[in-house]
């Protein structure tokens, strides 16, 4: 029996429930039905028939279609930004921010996925003409988490709708109505029947759906565990998969001018999403002739947040944070920290969990050891966890002793200096300067236990694809 967590640092049910669970409170507000062995049948069907008519449109056609799912994302952003905050505590301007970043994802596909399918003519010495065509594989499934219920989507359906493919969407069980949400926006852009398919899926179901010669691929973003599990189901019947999973980012600041505005800066990427992004800077090392400043800073940033309602925490509500994505996340979180205490770290403010309710206060923690098992685990929501180095070199061979790779970032008012650090992380991602590089462009991803593939910019449509060789004799 295929029993997983789809998210970080998620609750293993003993079964699967859809529902709208209110993170503030724990109250299940509303449920919904795990699909039946029939629906799944026919999701599966209509994903597969759906193939041939989808795939038989021009790209240029399928690009008005995703044209207009980006369209609707931007009209609905507002809509969709108060789902999420009901559904899993994001703050209503994050939110609506997500839905933004959605719309240019799918944009962004509209615009360039033509060129990026386009037939390559390759040079060859035979007698004819040979190329490399980029064709759809066909039925794909993707399991997404609940954190960035809708950009995580995105990044996996638009460019698969752009090659062609179909997708069958099994989102995380606290996140149905987002999950519906982004179903009717591609219903509504124009996609034909069966073209996109939310399925509200049990584990083993998920399982059985990899196993089906009608599903030719998969896509995961969730916990190591998951994309282990989801992982092996895939190499077994020898489906393509890409995985993104968990990360624990060095974010390295080797000196500054203005050590209140950096550590401002470090402290604002820890919050966002209330820790809850899996490339967020979750290992802050500093140099130790500003370590104590900075460190100092934090504690008073952490000091002055508030617990907020999120459906109305709007942009510019810096002091302020929402809950958790669920009361069980944030008892996870308050054991990981008591753990690190009692392993040596110093807890210098927060880390209290309210009662009966997923509000977690923002914390800072110093003197984990290397070594340690709290060293290892990546903390998945507000939690500043900061490290002290005296050289380059140790703020290097820290930042790579990991089991992650997702991201990191270098910082210091010497680029080059900055560079020459950054180009050395063992990471899917190095940032010079800024926390991280973001658009739709970029490509998403990591190396070591983040997992592998990449999403996002050119290279997502280079995933999923049958890069199927052509020649024509003369």
């Known amino acids: 029996m295929a029993e997983w967590p789809i998210t970080h640092q998620a609750k293993e049910f003993s079964a699967v429930t859809y529902r709208v669970q209110d993170p503030a409170t724990d109250e299940v507000i509303e449920t919904f039905p795990t699909a039946t062995r029939e629906e799944i049948e026919n999701i599966l069907n209509s994903a597969e028939d759906a193939t041939y008519e989808w795939g038989e449109h021009e790209i240029t056609q399928r690009a008005e279609v995703v044209a207009k799912a980006a369209e ?35 944009q962004y596909y509209a615009d360039h996925g033509p060129s990026f399918a386009a037939d390559q003519e390759i040079p060859t010495n035979s007698a004819g003409k040979a190329m490399i065509r980029r064709l759809p594989l066909g039925a794909l499934l993707g399991v997404m988490p609940w954190n960035f219920p809708f950009y995580q989507v995105a990044r996996f359906a638009a460019p698969n709708l752009m090659l062609g493919n179909t997708i069958v969407l099994k989102h995380a069980e606290i996140c149905p109505r987002s999950a519906l949400a982004i179903q009717q926006i591609l219903i509504d852009a124009g996609l034909p029947q069966g073209a996109y398919n939310n399925v509200f899926a049990s584990h083993d179901q998920v399982a059985e ?10 896509s995961l973003t969730g916990s190591e565990r998951a994309g282990a599990i989801i992982g ?27 050590v209140k505005a950096s550590a401002q800066l470090a402290w604002e990427t820890r919050m966002y999403n209330t820790g809850q992004a899996c490339n967020s800077n979750k290992r802050l090392i500093v140099m130790d002739d500003i370590y104590d400043e900075f460190v100092a800073e934090l504690v008073e940033l952490a000091k002055g947040m508030t617990p907020a309602d999120p459906v109305t925490l709007a942009e ?19 054991r990981q920290l008591e753990i690190a205490v009692q392993e040596g770290a110093t807890l210098h403010v927060g880390g209290e969990l309210g009662e009966d309710t997923a509000y977690f206060s923002p914390a800072v923690v110093t003197g984990i050891e290397r070594g340690s098992d709290s060293y290892y685990e990546e ?49 899917g ?46």
């Open 316 to 334: 510019g509500s810096g002091n302020s944070y929402g809950p958790l994505s669920s009361r069980t996340a944030a008892e996870t979180l308050e």
């Open 429 to 474: 991602m190095a940032n010079v300067n800024t926390p991280a590089g973001e658009g739709a462009e970029l490509p998403f991803g990591g190396v070591k236990r983040s997992g592998f593939g990449r999403e996002l910019g050119p290279l997502a449509m280079d995933e999923f694809v049958n890069k199927q060789m052509y020649f024509v004799a003369d």
């Open 209 to 218: 759906m990899i196993a089906d010669p009608r599903i030719q691929g998969v």
């Open 232 to 258: 092996a189901q895939a190499s077994k019947n020898l489906k393509k998969s890409v995985l993104e999973l968990g990360g624990s980012d060095p974010y390295i600041v080797l000196d500054t001018k203005d």
């Open 72 to 106: 609707l994302f931007d009209a609905r952003k507002h809509d969709l930004g108060k789902i999420i905050a009901e559904e899993m505590g994001k703050p209503l301007a994050e939110g609506v921010e997500e839905a933004e970043f959605a719309s240019e994802i799918f």
């Open 379 to 427: 903390f998945f929501g507000p939690v500043a966890v900061v490290y002290k180095v005296s050289s380059d070199k140790e703020a290097l061979e820290l930042a790579n002793d990991c089991r992650f790779g997702l991201g990191g970032a270098v910082f210091s008012q010497d680029t080059a200096r900055a560079e020459a650090v950054a180009q050395k992380l063992a990471v």
